[in-house]
Antibody, heavy 122, light 110 residues
């Protein structure tokens, strides 16, 4: 059974760095073709893709946020970590992690976490 | 402003069919076979309904179908049911290892 779960702070102050962890089970990032991505959704607004990390450590980033994002994986712990620097109130959103399969459904996300709401406020 | 354009709303009566459009450019929808559709119920995570333009993940009813013509992709929901009422999002490979989403369409079952 595949599951993903996001964890991290619910409140961060402007200019701080956000660190989110995605802990997953039922699949492995050691498996060829597997990737985990981050997508966010401001309240009442649309989805926005942030970053991906693949089994081979390829790491595509959203061009508009690339300078602020870092994605890493810990295959032994089945975790993917996303950091976002210089947080701003406009970054207030629900942050989701989700699985993708490079060889079957590239750039689509077939399993999602429940999401975690991050509020940026002083 | 989202990269892909969707109508804000769509509606249909139970049993009817409804089609939601997703318009991009030749750099994303028009030039890619990697178009996906998701639905999202309030307070829930998105669920993948269509990938690679017209493929359905296991467990998704065949009432959901996808297609593409030029720079516009479409999702058709046939035999509308009450549980189909949700927000629908399209996404596409946007070139240069980028993924772009649409602004979302709220589907109402009348």
């Amino acid at each position: 059974q595949i599951s993903l779960k996001e964890s991290g702070p619910t409140l961060v102050k402007p200019t701080q760095t956000l660190t989110l962890t995605c802990t997953f089970s039922g699949f492995s990032l050691r498996t060829s073709g597997v990737g985990v991505g981050w997508i966010r959704q401001p309240p009442g607004k649309a989805l926005e893709w942030l970053a991906l990390i693949y089994w081979d450590d390829d790491k595509p980033y959203s061009p508009s946020l690339k300078s602020r994002l870092t994605i890493t994986k810990d295959t032994s712990r089945n975790q993917v970590v996303l950091t976002m620097t210089n947080m701003d109130p406009v970054d207030t959103a629900t942050y989701y992690c989700a699985r993708t399969l490079y060889f079957s459904g590239t750039y689509s996300f077939d399993y999602w976490g429940q999401g975690t709401l991050v509020t940026v406020s002083s | 402003q989202s990269a892909l354009t969707q109508p804000p709303s769509a509606s249909g009566s139970p049993g009817q069919s409804v089609t939601i459009s997703c318009t991009g450019t030749s750099s994303d929808v028009g030039g890619s076979k990697y178009v996906s559709w998701y639905h999202q119920h309030p307070g829930k995570a998105p669920k993948l309904m269509i990938y690679e333009v017209n493929k359905r993940p296991s467990g998704v009813p065949d009432r959901f179908s996808g297609s593409k013509s030029g720079n516009t992709a479409s999702l058709t929901v046939s035999g509308l049911q009450a549980e189909d009422e949700a927000d629908y999002y399209c996404s596409s490979y946007g070139g240069s290892n980028n993924v772009v989403f649409g602004g979302g369409t709220k589907l109402t079952v009348l």
